[in-house]
C-alpha cells in the first residue's frame, strides 16, 4: 500500500465506486467526503473508515466546503487526497491544495507508486509525475480505477457537517440537466459511430449492431456536436468520454487522435473504414477497408 491515510470526495454514486475501489487497493485506510446523503449507505458499503456528508443548503456551492475539509484532511494527516472529475471536483481540487499548500495532479488516467500518468498535448502523450509532497492531491475521472464489489463486512462512522459557506458567492438556482442513461463509462464493449454515415436513421443499424453484440453505443464529436444524432454525453475524446472497455468498434471514424485517446487504452480496437488511408489504420488491432454500408448489414445479419 502506497498511502496510509486517504481520503476521497465524491459528488455522484460512480465516482463513490471507482475512487473507493481504487483506494482499498492503494491505501491502508480510507474515509468519504459526499455531499448527497442519500449516498450515504453506498459509501459505507465500500469499507470507508468514516463517511463524511458536507451539507450545503440551497444558496451554497460545495466547493465552498473547501476550507472546512482542508481542515479535516489536516487533522487526519491525510497522504492522498482523490477528487472526482467533475467540474465542481476540480474547483473543490484547487482550493483544496490552495489551503494544503501543496498542487493538484488532474485528470489523471493512472496512479501506482505515488506515480501518476495523464494525457498530455492534446492526447498525443502521457506524462509521468512522482508525488512527493506530504499530502497529494489527485483528480480521477471515469474508467481510471477497476469498480469492485462493495465490502462484504465494513463498518463505518457516519458524520455530518453543515458547511458555513466562507465566500459571499451564492447559488441563486439550480437547473437539472435532461437524464442521459449510459453506461458508456462502464461498458466492456463499445460501438463507436463515426461522421462517414449519411444519415440520422443510420443510427438505428449502429444500435442493433450494439445490442447485438451486448455493447453500448458512444460516437465521435461531430456526431453528438455538429449532426446532433446521439445526445452529447455519449460522444467519446479529450473533451468527452475516455474509455477502458475490452472491445471498441470504431465505425467510419478518420482515427483523429482527439476522439483516439478516448478509445486508445481498449484492449482491441476493430476499426471499419472504406479509406485505406485513413489514419484509424494505425491505431486499430484489427482493420476492415470497406463501405459500413456494405459490411454492417451483413455483420447484423450474422449476429441476428
Ligand atoms: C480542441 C479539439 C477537441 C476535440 N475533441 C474531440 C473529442 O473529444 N472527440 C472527438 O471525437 N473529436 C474531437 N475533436 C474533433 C476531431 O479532431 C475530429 O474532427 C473528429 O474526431 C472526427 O470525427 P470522425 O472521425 O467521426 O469524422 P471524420 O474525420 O470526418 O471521419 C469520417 C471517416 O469516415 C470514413 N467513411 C466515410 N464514409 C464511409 C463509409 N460509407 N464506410 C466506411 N467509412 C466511411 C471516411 O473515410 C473518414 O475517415 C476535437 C477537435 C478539437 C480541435
Known sequence: ?????????ADTEMSIKELAS?????????SIIIFDEELKDLAASYGAKNVYVYRCDASTMIEDSAK???EKLQSNNAD????????????????LAVYLDTCVVSGISSLEDKTTQRMVYGGAAFRSEKLTSNTAVITSGAGVFEITDPAVSSVSDT????????????????????EIVSNLAIAKKV???????????????CRELATLLGADLGCSRPVAENNGWLPKAVYIGITGMMLKPEL???????GQVQHMVGINQAKTIVAINKDENSPIFKSCDLGLVGDVYEILPK???KLR
Not at 1 to 9: A, E, G, R
Not at 162 to 177: H, R
Not at 191 to 205: I, L, P
Not at 248 to 254: G, P, R
Open 1 to 9: 500500500m502506497s498511502y496510509v491515510n486517504t481520503f476521497i470526495i
Open 22 to 30: 481504487g483506494a482499498s487497493n492503494l491505501s491502508t485506510q480510507f
Open 68 to 70: 472546512m475539509i482542508s
Open 80 to 95: 492522498l487526497v482523490l477528487v472526482n472529475n467533475s467540474v465542481r471536483g476540480k474547483l473543490l481540487a484547487g482550493k
Open 159 to 178: 458524520h455530518f457537517v453543515d458547511v458555513v459557506p466562507s465566500n459571499k458567492i451564492k447559488k441563486i438556482e439550480t437547473q437539472a440537466k435532461q
Open 191 to 205: 460501438v463507436d459511430m463515426g461522421r462517414g454515415f449519411k444519415e440520422e436513421a443510420d443510427v438505428e443499424m
Open 248 to 254: 471498441v468498434i470504431s465505425l467510419a471514424t478518420s
Open 299 to 301: 455483420l447484423i445479419a
